[in-house]
């Protein structure tokens, strides 16, 4: 058993996130039951850390082998951020022999719900050796003015 993970406050946690929009699969943990084979089936979903610094939120995807004109970054209107693309699947020759097909290819979509203190109409993309990052400034949190009140009597 590793303390690490506890220890580093396990960033990586599979726990329910009310942000996120990922398709929860219930029969996925059932043993002998037919599923569709997520090895070959697109990028089915693209790795995406997601942290918040006093700035911004900061989205980064592992996109490898993507341009970025295969990639589309979008906001929707109830604070949706979604980025999706496609990977083409290569040609196939006739005289060619596969020994082993690994590499996924087709369409990917990954959806975030973005908190209330998004900035949505500042949000940044780049990409840069097949990593998407994806900036959304955050609103500053007005400070309440306390004012003092003389107590007489």
């Given amino acids: ?15 329910f996130d009310p942000f996120s929009l990922d398709v929860w699969d219930p029969l996925r943990d059932f043993p002998n039951f037919p599923q569709f ?12 850390d997601w942290k918040e610094t006093p700035e911004a939120h900061v989205f980064k995807a592992d996109l490898p ?6 990639v ?16 083409n699947a290569e040609k196939e020759e006739k005289n060619d022999t ?12 990954r959806r975030f719900r973005l908190p209330e203190n ?4 500042q ?22 003015d306390v004012k003092s009140i003389e107590i007489s009597g």
Wanted: charged share 35%; hydrophobic share 35%.
């Fill in 65 to 70: 082998g993507l341009r970025k004109e295969e």
């Fill in 123 to 144: 949000v940044k993309a780049s990409m840069e050796n097949g990593v998407l990052t994806v900036t959304v400034p955050k609103e500053e949190v007005k400070k309440t």
């Fill in 118 to 121: 998004a900035k949505m109409d």
């Fill in 1 to 15: 058993m590793s303390l690490i993970p506890s220890f580093f406050g396990n960033r990586r946690s599979r726990a």
């Fill in 37 to 48: 084979s997520l090895e070959n089936s697109a990028i089915v979903s693209a790795r995406v």
């Fill in 98 to 109: 596969w020994h082993r097909v690994e590499r996924s290819s087709g369409k990917f979509v």
């Fill in 72 to 87: 589309k970054v979008e906001i929707e209107d109830d604070r949706v951020l979604q980025i999706s693309g496609e990977r």
